[in-house]
């Protein structure tokens, strides 16, 4: 709740404007039963109709005014409410972009999405409700009991007794919202994670004919949500029912000692009508804190999930945001640099030395539930039931990249091969700085990647990413991408990535104006559309991880010629699955599990690596 409080403080004055107008409503419609008790039992025994009329119409404007100004009070609640929730978004937004890849990894993208959504829209209801449901409940319940007790005490005390075993019921039962609702969220994220799945994959569902396994697939995540929200739900439908079996209890027992008194001529009748409406007033005030209790259950659960991203600026972040202002600064890591120049002659444009990384450690919910799974796998009767993965060591947590070392020079050009999750895109990802090496050191012309400002890096790739994005947009647009390019520049890498002969069919006169889509596109068009948008930028370093799956072998061979002939000064990381896209490189990689098995020209290879050997034996066979 803290985050909610905090965004409140910072709009202290117009929610404290909301706070009074909704207090003045409720100080309005607690006086309409005194109101109509002096009518009753004052004005209209004296046969005075004047005065009738008179305290009618107060009647009349002071119930006119108690709506307006609830009316009122509601409405700028929910602005600032908006108001509230579009920050929180935008911080959580913010902070999502900036989040580093081992936490992005950890926190999860469906998790993500629901946070952005379904836990910021908890928490504009609840920022809702505490200015006008949080105003208004404990105002008809204090003011009204303060009220009957000063027109009767003796019947007052029958709802002052009632009061602590109210507040009792919806303080036990409402308390156990909070872990609830959090485990909602958390199926909720499952759910996210399903249906984002399905949709992304419909293509493939539908190849394969799977359609109902994804229906049965998501109606079990969707059961299992179901199933917990009801749990929560009905926990918290409890006290609904309790507190008014109670006030039930309550007005029967006001109802008979006053018609006592009245016959005794202790009190008037219209203190018996006055008291019944502040009775129902009270019982409305008990139930709006019936209701304030589930909604800040359950945006508590939300604002503490919201609050976890928003505070990741924790060591990591706050090491990497030091990093950034030493880079801006000009200051960088002595250390580093100091055993960098020890081994560094000027003439390597990128140098890893002996790197290693490991990606982070899954969440201990993931690992609970997987070892569970597997301990019988593991052949380990040992295991304890609340073992976890990461109480494993190496088991846990394997080696992505294990004590690589490379060299480049500038203009350059490398190639990366070797089978599916080897750590090819692990090297791409260490280099830009999307994660941290575990060990040893990256360098870009002689100064540790880690020295660069994030911005000042990022500018010096031109990336194409195996799974990059299509958005919907202009083709131009998607090219420029708000980097304000040259037009000429766009056109030259359109033509370099062999893109022309799309653009120029689409209509006359609207090539790069034409608006596409993802699923408007060929493989092969998209991964063309990648390259010209990663060549647009003249990018000092330009990374290709499997940018011509999709291509035919005269395709790809052509746009390499291109980038080459036209880039001479670039350098060119290629990842690749085909050894004829990286033969003609001027040194080669060869990956397996993480370690380097190969490293040289491809004669080199041919001579000294048997698994590069074969590869170019089967593909080439396969060729020939």
Not at 510 to 526: C, D, F, H, R
């Amino acid at each position: 709740m803290k985050l909610i409080f905090h965004h409140i403080k910072k709009h202290w004055k117009l929610v404290a404007l909301a706070i009074l107008i909704k207090f003045l409503g409720s100080v309005s419609e607690l006086s309409l039963p005194y109101i109509l008790e002096y009518i009753i039992d004052e004005i209209v025994p004296s046969g005075k109709l004047s005065r009738v009329l008179l305290w009618g119409s107060l009647m009349f404007v002071t119930a006119i005014v108690f709506r307006a100004l609830n009316v009122i009070a509601n409405k700028r609640a929910i602005d600032n409410a908006h108001r509230i929730s579009y920050e929180v978004r935008q911080n959580l937004f913010e902070k999502t972009m900036n989040l580093t890849g081992t936490q992005f990894d950890a926190l999860t993208l469906p998790s993500l999405i629901s946070r952005m959504t379904s836990d910021s829209y908890n928490v504009q209801a609840a920022c809702a409700q505490l200015q006008s449901l949080c105003v208004r409940a404990p105002m008809m319940l204090l003011g009204g009991m303060i009220m009957t007790m000063f027109m009767d005490f003796k019947l007052s005390l029958i709802l002052i007794c009632m009061m602590p075993l109210l507040i009792l019921v919806i303080y036990v039962i409402s308390s156990k919202g909070i872990p609830m609702y959090t485990k909602v969220q958390k199926k909720l994220d499952v759910v996210v994670r399903v249906m984002r799945e399905s949709i992304t994959g419909i293509r493939v569902v539908k190849a394969l004919s799977k359609e109902d396994f994804e229906k049965r697939r998501f109606a079990e995540s969707n059961r299992e949500l179901t199933k917990s929200d009801v749990a929560a739900a009905t926990v918290m439908a409890m006290p609904g029912p309790v507190i008014q079996f109670l006030l039930n209890i309550g007005l029967s027992i006001v109802v008979f000692y006053g018609a006592l008194r009245v016959n005794l001529g202790e009190i008037k009748p219209g203190v018996i009508l006055a008291f019944l409406t502040y009775f129902n007033m009270i019982t409305m005030g008990v139930m709006g804190l019936s209701r304030i209790f589930t909604t800040m259950s359950k945006a508590s659960a939300s604002a503490n999930r919201i609050a976890e991203v928003l505070a990741m600026d924790t060591q990591e972040l706050a090491e990497l945001a030091k990093k950034e202002e030493e880079a801006e600064a000009g200051v960088t890591d002595t250390k580093n640099s100091i055993a960098l120049q020890g081994n560094y002659d000027g003439s390597d444009f990128i140098r890893f030395e002996h790197v290693s990384f490991s990606y982070g450690k899954l969440d201990a919910e993931t690992n609970a539930l997987e070892d569970m799974s597997n301990k019988k796998k593991r052949g380990r009767p040992d295991v304890p039931e609340t073992a976890k993965i990461a109480d494993f060591g190496d088991e846990a947590r394997e080696k992505a990249l294990s004590d690589i070392t490379f060299t480049m020079k500038k203009g350059e050009t490398l190639g990366i091969i070797g089978p599916t999750g080897c750590g090819k895109s692990t090297i791409v990802n260490l280099l830009m700085r999307f994660y941290e090496a575990d060990e040893g050191s990256i360098a870009i012309d002689g100064k540790p990647v880690g020295d660069y400002a994030k911005d000042d890096l990022r500018r010096k790739f031109g990336t194409v990413f195996q799974n990059d994005m299509i958005f919907q947009n202009t083709l131009y647009e998607n090219i420029d991408f708000e980097r304000k390019l040259d037009p000429k520049a766009i056109r030259s890498a359109v033509e370099d990535a062999c893109a022309a002969e799309y653009v120029d069919g689409l209509s006359q006169g609207l090539q790069y104006e034409a608006t596409i889509k993802g699923a408007n596109l060929s493989g092969g068009q998209k991964q063309r559309m990648f390259v010209a948008r990663a060549l647009a930028g003249n990018p000092e370093i330009l990374i290709l991880d499997d940018s011509s799956s999709a291509l035919d072998y005269k395709t790809d061979a052509a746009m390499r010629k291109a980038i080459l002939s036209h880039h001479p000064e670039c350098t060119l990381i290629l990842i690749a699955q085909r050894v004829s896209s990286v033969m003609n490189m001027d040194k080669i990689l060869v990956l397996d599990n993480g370690k380097c098995i190969g490293y040289g020209t491809h004669e080199e290879l041919l001579l000294t690596c048997p698994d590069y050997r074969e590869t170019y034996e089967v593909q080439m066979g396969a060729l020939a």
